[in-house]
């Protein structure tokens, strides 16, 4: 079993419903992503999958929540935009891209909304 992983990031705002606490107020956060892809073997370069294609198609995602008030962003109209939302998002999308290469398996997606709090979606 073989892994890659990379990271970005992105910029936005977003308030948690029902919530009762100071994070129900409108409140952004510099976030940083991790992703994680895996397969059973490699390619005929001896890849998983090449970093530059497994970030272009993270930035697509990500540019879909960056600098945007996520509860704005339809996917997050019913959904609360927590970290574990978030994670479950991009997981579900970058699976969705991949999808085309059935050796390819997003393993882990993992959301920081602070240097010291994360959530992942497996």
Avoid: Q
Avoid at 19 to 45: F, M, P, T
Avoid at 110 to 122: K, Q
Wanted: net charge positive; proline share 2%; aromatic share 10%.
């Amino acid at each position: 079993m073989y892994e890659v992983e990379i990271i970005s990031e992105f910029n936005s705002a977003h308030r948690l419903r029902h919530y009762k606490g100071k994070c129900e107020a409108l409140h952004g956060h510099n976030w940083k992503v991790k992703a994680i892809v895996r397969s059973d073997g490699l390619d005929d370069l001896g890849m998983v999958m090449d970093f530059k294609e497994l970030k272009h198609c993270l930035k697509k995602i990500l540019t879909v929540l960056d600098h945007k008030y996520l509860n704005n962003v339809p996917y997050f109209k019913k959904v609360n935009p927590t970290s574990e939302n978030i994670a479950k998002f991009i997981h579900y999308n970058l699976s969705l891209k991949l999808k085309k290469a059935e050796s390819l398996k997003v393993a882990k997606v993992t959301v920081w909304e602070t240097d010291t709090s994360a959530a992942s979606y497996l």
